[in-house]
């Protein structure tokens, strides 16, 4: 099974059980949850891609407005299915073309757009390092036990 990293972002936070609803019953697998405060050292790191962006400061802000939750969500071809349900990155753009993603129906705005997918499974392994550093993605185990856990 592929592996992905959810946020739910500050606005979005009040409806956090609602949007696990969402992701259960779309037959994802919640792995881990944390629920965090950012610094902002924290959020500039994780979206440090866009650090020239003119959204950035914004986005960072936002970001450490208040807890998010993140989580390890699992399922076959999860990073796509997860981008999927989520939505497009522009709340008027999803409201527009896929009224029933989380984006459309909790997002606020471009910035506050309630929830983070990772957008590929290199991009999943380092963004679920960042919020789950101590937590073994792939055990070293040998022989017998290893077929049991081989996931991927
Ligand atoms: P994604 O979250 O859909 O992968 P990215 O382009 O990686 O989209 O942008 C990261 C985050 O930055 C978005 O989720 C959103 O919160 C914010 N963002 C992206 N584009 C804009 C914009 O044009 N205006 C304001 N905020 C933006």
């Not at 994802?28 to 891609?49: D, G, H, N, P, W």
């Not at 866009?50 to 998010?68: A, C, E, Q, W, Y």
């Not at 471009?110 to 392994?125: F, I, K, L, M, P």
Request: charged share 30%; aromatic share 8%; no cysteine.
């Amino acid at each position: 099974m592929e592996k992905t990293l959810a946020i739910i972002k500050p606005n979005a936070i009040a409806n956090a059980e609602e949007i696990e609803k969402m992701i259960i019953k779309d037959g994802f697998t919640i792995v881990q949850r944390r629920r965090v405060l950012l610094s902002k050292e924290q959020a500039m790191e994780f979206y440090a891609e866009h650090r020239d962006k003119p959204f950035f400061s914004d986005l960072i802000n936002f970001m450490t407005s208040g807890p998010v939750l993140a989580m390890v969500l699992s399922k076959d071809r999860a990073v796509r299915a997860w981008r999927r349900l989520l939505g497009p990155t522009s709340v008027a753009a999803a409201i527009k073309k896929h009224p029933d993603s989380i984006r459309a129906r909790f997002g606020s705005s471009d910035t506050e757009n309630a929830a983070h997918g990772s957008d590929s499974a290199e991009s999943a392994e380092r963004e679920i390092r960042f919020f789950f550093p101590d937590v073994t993605l792939y055990p070293i185990l040998s022989g017998m036990e290893a077929r049991d856990f081989v996931d991927d």
